[in-house]
């Protein structure tokens, strides 16, 4: 394993690296050897086949999402396994409903397709009331898909329900109306799971507990997305125009290397673009030995602040080349558009 941050990386699946957070490991180490300490190994090898098949199923369910993405061309970043779940970090340009619809979608489709299957063998269901006791291996693997598909399909953010519910009232009422009726749905409904976690103690159900922690966290998480939604209206309302450094000098690739170093070294300006087959696809970019071509990412001089953002989420480049009436006006650095972030926050 390679450590990276607070993960470390298991495998990569299709370019993207699986990874699992500290936080979960820990979790299991505590409850494999808790389970030892008061019921010998035997029960500690219980329990850790126990949660080695649930984040297997819950690492199939995310894998669900990332061949979505993939199958629509959409980049993946990571995959993350944590006490809650997973997680998969996409690159989905905004607007693209249909895409996080399919994306969205694809993870429970795993763990529900599963759990048709084994009902369709005869391997799976509730045993009768007289066997009970016999709760075998696949019909606990029946119960644990159709829980992880049937609970990620709730209609609360950040689960897949409410990703699906945000997608499909995006494309029917629009992006900000959509989005803001699919928050405030989440919200109601993580409320209603901790008032079902109050009817729990009411009748002394010590699943209560787990219930209000999980209808807690996912309320906070409704807000938390409730916010980052406003912000990005907010930026999506200011224009990058004014923000750019000025580029008063551009050349296109017939001109001969050495005479645009000497033209980029007495402008001053923070690089030269330059011009290809119509496109501005290229920059020549000062160097501690000298000078470096690298391709540039571009942004029209009309776009929001919003989109700026995205486009530096798509890499790591110093910044974007404004282009205005096809030709550029200005640079615009990355550190500008990270300070005006925070600025609004």
Known sequence: MKSRSLTLQ???????????????????????VGAGA???WREALR?????????????LHELGHLLAARLLRTPVTSLVLWPLGGFITVRLPPGCFSA??????????????????????????????SEA???????????????????????????????ILRSLLAMRLGEGRGT??????????????SGLAIWQFMNRDPGGLMTMIVGMWL??????QARQFSRQERLRRISVAPYPQP??????????????????????????????????????????????????????????IASAQFCFAQGEEPGLLVIRNGRPMGWLAREQIEALVRKDM
Do not use: Y
């Open 10 to 32: 298991l495998f990569t699946f299709a370019g993207t690296p699986v990874q699992v957070h500290w936080s979960l490991l820990a979790l299991l180490a505590i409850a494999i």
């Open 38 to 40: 008061l019921g010998g």
């Open 47 to 59: 329990q850790g086949l126990w949660w080695g098949l649930l984040f297997g199923l819950v690492l």
């Open 100 to 129: 996080e619809f399919v994306i969205a979608l694809a993870g429970p489709a795993v763990n529900l397709l599963i759990a048709l299957s084994l009902s369709a063998l005869g391997l799976g269901g509730i045993p009768r009331e």
């Open 133 to 163: 006791g016999h709760w075998g291996f696949w019909s606990t693997l029946w119960l644990l898909n159709l829980l992880l598909g049937g609970f990620n399909l709730l209609p609360i953010f950040p689960m897949d329900g409410g990703r």
């Open 180 to 193: 803001h009726l699919a928050l405030r749905m989440g919200q109601a409904g993580a409320i209603s799971i």
């Open 219 to 224: 309320f906070g998480h409704a807000l938390q």
């Open 247 to 304: 580029l008063r000098i551009a050349v296109n690739d017939r001109v001969a290397l050495p005479a645009a170093r000497r033209l980029l070294a007495h402008s001053g300006q923070p690089l030269l673009p330059v011009e290809s087959a119509g496109q501005w696809t290229e920059g020549l970019f000062p160097d501690p030995k000298g000078f470096r071509r690298r391709m540039l990412r571009v942004v029209d001089g009309e776009a929001s």
